[in-house]
């Protein structure tokens, strides 16, 4: 089967690309690199059934183009980092949304019926149900990346319903491991690195969160698209458990061997659209026989191990 990757390039599309290139697939990998890097495509790039495309979900005519000819689309690309919403508001609106209307219209123009989407835990808000089924409300939205996931949702269920598409939905948590580039194990990382007897947290550090190991998700989005075979099927991914921003400092000043002062902003929320309390239910992933593999502690720890290897990923893009 040959799959169309957006976001091929970046942390979670690189991982993908390379799982399915290795059973056997072609892929035709779709990435503008504004946040992806050219290494992360290393080993793609070395087989003969990997095509890199570079180009925008913004440009319609180059999209189109470079979808013909595929069975599936695995539609990774977005505007991922939460945190600076506000500030730039269109961008998610663009790269999230309406990006995401493209890559439906380039489907329903090559004949591509079939769509695999990676949105967000994020749509729930501030979840009155802990942990969250797939069927909770979808409560006033508190992030423009969590309503512009939602809007993207809305639109791939639309086409579905009168275009006849399937689609897969994956509601992730925040996603750990190799090739990670933007988070707060990264953010804390990066100000250790450069001076470890102080830390800048934002919040209380009270903020629960769960997190799941990007293998993980790669296997559980895969095993869906295999054995979900409903018109929408929608599933949360996730991992076991949750624990505190600050249990996860503590777990890293320890592998780092260091005791830096911890500088808490204060609140409940460490920015505006951060939910305090993030644990989803992923049973329904779990009937179809998936368990994750990583713990939370070993993902922060192997994420951590990653970047100290990688120091190159710190600096920024240019």
Same mark, same amino acid.
């Given at each position: 089967?040959r799959?169309?990757v957006t976001?091929?390039?970046?942390?979670?599309?690189?991982?993908? +690309?390379?799982?399915?290139?290795?059973?056997g697939h072609?892929?035709?990998?779709?990435?503008n690199?504004?946040?992806?890097?050219?290494?992360f495509l290393?080993?793609?790039?070395?087989?003969?059934?990997?095509?890199?495309?570079? /180009?925008?979900?913004l440009? +319609?005519?180059?999209?189109?183009?470079a979808?013909?000819?595929?069975?599936?689309?695995?539609?990774?690309?977005?505007?991922?980092?939460?945190?600076?919403?506000?500030?730039?508001? $269109?961008?998610?609106l663009?790269?999230?949304?309406?990006?995401?209307?493209?890559?439906?219209?380039?489907?329903?123009?090559t004949?591509?019926?079939r769509?695999?989407?990676?949105?967000?835990?994020?749509? %729930?808000?501030?979840a009155?149900?802990?942990? +969250?089924?797939?069927?909770?409300?979808?409560?006033i939205?508190?992030?423009l990346?969590?309503?512009?996931?939602?809007?993207?949702?809305?639109?791939i269920?639309?086409y579905?319903t009168?275009?006849?598409?399937?689609?897969?939905?994956?509601?992730?948590?925040?996603?750990?491991?190799?090739r990670?580039?933007?988070?707060h194990?990264?953010?804390?990382y990066?100000?250790l $690195?450069?001076?470890p007897?102080?830390?800048?947290v934002? /919040?209380?550090?009270?903020?629960?969160?769960?997190?799941? %190991?990007?293998?993980?998700?790669?296997?559980?989005?895969?095993l869906?698209?295999?054995?979900a075979?409903?018109?929408?099927?929608?599933?949360?991914?996730?991992?076991?458990?949750?624990?505190?921003?600050?249990?996860?400092i503590?777990?890293?000043c320890?592998?780092?061997?260091i005791?830096?002062?911890?500088?808490?902003?204060?609140?409940?929320?460490?920015?505006?659209g951060?939910?305090?309390?993030i644990?989803?239910d992923?049973?329904r992933?779990r009937?179809?026989?998936?368990?994750p593999?990583?713990p939370?502690?070993?993902?922060?720890?192997?994420t951590?191990? %990653?970047?100290?290897?990688?120091?190159?990923l710190?600096?920024p893009? +240019?």
């Amino acid at each position: 089967m040959r799959y169309f990757v957006t976001g091929c390039a970046g942390f979670i599309g690189s991982h993908l +690309t390379e799982r399915l290139l290795a059973h056997g697939h072609e892929v035709v990998g779709y990435d503008n690199f504004s946040t992806g890097r050219e290494s992360f495509l290393e080993a793609a790039r070395e087989n003969a059934d990997f095509r890199l495309i570079r /180009g925008d979900t913004l440009d +319609t005519s180059t999209l189109a183009a470079a979808m013909t000819g595929s069975q599936r689309v695995f539609h990774c690309a977005a505007n991922a980092d939460v945190r600076f919403g506000l500030a730039r508001p $269109r961008r998610d609106l663009e790269q999230n949304t309406l990006a995401t209307h493209n890559v439906l219209e380039a489907m329903r123009s090559t004949g591509v019926h079939r769509i695999a989407f990676t949105s967000t835990g994020s749509v %729930y808000g501030d979840a009155a149900v802990i942990p +969250t089924a797939e069927d909770a409300p979808c409560p006033i939205q508190t992030s423009l990346y969590g309503a512009s996931k939602l809007a993207a949702e809305g639109l791939i269920t639309a086409y579905c319903t009168g275009y006849g598409f399937q689609s897969h939905i994956f509601r992730l948590v925040s996603i750990l491991g190799e090739r990670y580039t933007h988070g707060h194990v990264f953010d804390f990382y990066g100000q250790l $690195r450069t001076d470890p007897s102080r830390l800048r947290v934002l /919040g209380d550090g009270h903020q629960r969160k769960s997190y799941l %190991y990007v293998q993980d998700c790669i296997e559980a989005m895969l095993l869906a698209i295999e054995h979900a075979n409903e018109h929408i099927n929608l599933f949360n991914l996730g991992g076991d458990g949750y624990c505190e921003v600050r249990q996860s400092i503590d777990w890293i000043c320890e592998a780092l061997d260091i005791t830096p002062a911890l500088e808490f902003s204060g609140g409940d929320r460490g920015w505006s659209g951060d939910s305090p309390f993030i644990h989803l239910d992923s049973s329904r992933i779990r009937a179809l026989g998936w368990r994750p593999s990583l713990p939370l502690r070993e993902s922060v720890l192997r994420t951590l191990a %990653y970047l100290a290897a990688h120091p190159q990923l710190l600096e920024p893009l +240019t």
